[in-house]
């Protein structure tokens, strides 16, 4: 797994001394996700993406690729925020599930038509690499041939902006006012999965002007629902911050905005005179 502040304190013991592992939830932290193509080829069947979302294990990757620095994600959002819909389950892990769903869209590995997908995934960040490896020894079982790609930051969005790509492993963080729009609207700016789905857009037109905040909820736990259906995207987990502490800090606990420095204090005996 990568490594972790949790890990780091326990392999060092002086630094434990010293300093505190602190966990905290932030605004703009969204989800990790796998964005699908969904113009290209097979990605069009929302059968096939709803079988590729099933080669991720959600909670496998929030405790041993995240050392627990997470949760496991079903919608787009905050959970117990606006829409999100608490009885919404996330996607679950099941590669002979996702193999039987490939076999109705017509991909039957016996018969030499596997499912090939090439999925981008970030360079340099081995928590997203462990994820890929993770999704791709899964596919094998779903008789999918997964091939990862890493790219760098500025090659990768290049190659998303087009149309050579079937999937791209991101995180996507969240607008204050958690609206989905950008995401998953046929015009929305961050939908490189091209998806165009007339309901959910007249729902996202609804939502931006509806002022009552149930009605508003309403309507975006209809866009997730729909989401969850037919799958543009895979969400995978809600990754959380976490920082070191000094332990001589005092009143130094992060909260939803992360920390407050004008609360933190020093007891004297560890203060140090000014030079």
Request: charged share 25%; net charge neutral.
């Amino acid at each position: 797994a990568a490594p972790t502040l949790a890990g780091l304190l326990e392999g060092d013991k002086g630094l434990a001394a010293d300093y505190r592992r602190e966990v905290y939830d932030k605004p703009s932290l969204g989800a990790i996700l796998v964005q699908w193509n969904t113009t290209k080829g097979p990605l069009q069947d929302a059968r096939v993406r709803r079988a590729l979302a099933m080669l991720f294990d959600r909670q496998v990757i929030v405790d041993k690729v995240l050392g627990g620095v997470g949760t496991v994600a079903a919608a787009f959002g905050k959970r117990g925020r606006a829409g999100y819909p608490a009885d919404l389950e996330a996607m679950p892990f099941d590669p002979p599930a996702a193999r039987r769903l490939l076999r109705e869209a017509g991909f039957v590995p016996e018969d030499g038509k596997p499912l090939r997908v090439r999925l981008l995934v970030p360079a340099g960040v081995s928590w997203f690499r462990q994820m890929g490896e993770m999704a791709a020894a899964a596919a094998r079982q779903a008789g999918v041939e997964l091939q990862l790609q890493e790219l760098l930051g500025k090659e990768l969005f290049d190659r998303i902006g087009g149309d050579d790509w079937d999937g791209a492993l991101l995180l996507k963080n969240l607008t204050p006012d958690l609206d989905p729009y950008e995401l998953f609207h046929s015009r929305g700016g961050l939908n490189v999965m091209h998806w165009n789905d007339s309901k959910v857009d007249e729902l996202l037109d609804q939502q931006r002007t509806e002022r009552d905040e149930n009605k508003r909820s309403a309507i975006l736990r209809e866009v997730h629902l729909r989401v969850a259906d037919q799958q543009p995207v895979a969400l995978l987990v809600h990754p959380l911050a976490e920082i070191l502490v000094n332990a001589h800090l005092q009143e130094a606990k992060p909260g939803p905005r992360g920390m407050w420095p004008e609360r933190v204090w020093v007891p004297v005996e560890f203060q140090r005179a000014a030079p």
